[in-house]
């Protein structure tokens, strides 16, 4: 239970503490130890079953534990599906253009789920989902920096050429599907970029990188966005010095960019989309 210094279903003298601590309540069941090794004896000479009670935890430890609760409940809700089942359709190193073999299935309601942020990142037995979005106009590709208040500490100051991030439970209607997944992209493009014209979207390709801490826990959508003009600026502190290149301006500098999109970069000519 939060704050008690003891996990659930852990020996307490001849006690087991009970699940979950009742949700920050401060209540717990205390049961018997099983194996109990002098168990009290009734007039019969026979041994009696203990019975439960119910404890209360120090109003410290409640505090604890409901503040806790409200944390987990308050912060960021992010899609996952389970590494288990990602290495069943086909797990791989790099770049994947088998979309179809991929995303209706993790778009499955029984194959996705959302978990705390900060759980996730820290998981690698889950993916993140993360849409990775390439946005293209009259032959040249955005990029950008990520700035100081980029989401991913560990990615600051980083080239990059995707816009994107974590499909949040905010996103889901009554159930979670391609069309709704596709919603939550374009959601996405609209609040990390301001664009002056129309656009269109689809995906093209899957990112896997399991060489880094940070690729580990993630797998990338790579969508191809077609501008109708180039009139884009930033709609987020996050991306800095931003701009469009031709591509072999951006492999000139490779090395300045995030793993994933020196990936995409790298495999342009195989997406046949430039």
Known sequence: AVGSGREAGEPVGSFFIEGAALNGLGEFICHPHYCHRNPPIDARGRKTRLSCARRSFPLRVRAVAAMSAAMSKNEEQVLVVKREFFDGLGSFQGLCRKVDDYLPAFMKKENNF????????????????????????????????????SGEKRLVAKSSIGIGGHVNDTDECQHFDQATYHNAVKREISEE????????????????????????????????????????????????????????????????????????LDGLDELDVF
């Open 193 to 264: 970029l301001r664009l002056g014209g129309g656009f269109t979207e689809r995906a093209v390709a899957l990112i896997n990188d399991d060489s880094s801490e940070v690729g580990r826990v993630h797998l990338g959508i790579v969508h191809i966005v077609d501008l109708e003009n180039d009139s884009v600026s930033a709609g987020e502190k996050a991306i800095a010095e931003l701009g469009f290149a031709t591509r072999a301006d951006l492999l000139a500098r490779r090395d300045a960019f995030e793993t994933w999109s020196q990936i995409v």
């Open 114 to 149: 959302f978990v705390p942020r900060s759980a996730a990142e820290e998981d690698p037995s889950l993916k993140q989902i993360i849409p990775y979005a390439v946005f293209r106009h009259g032959g040249r590709i955005l990029h950008y920096t990520r700035g100081a208040k």
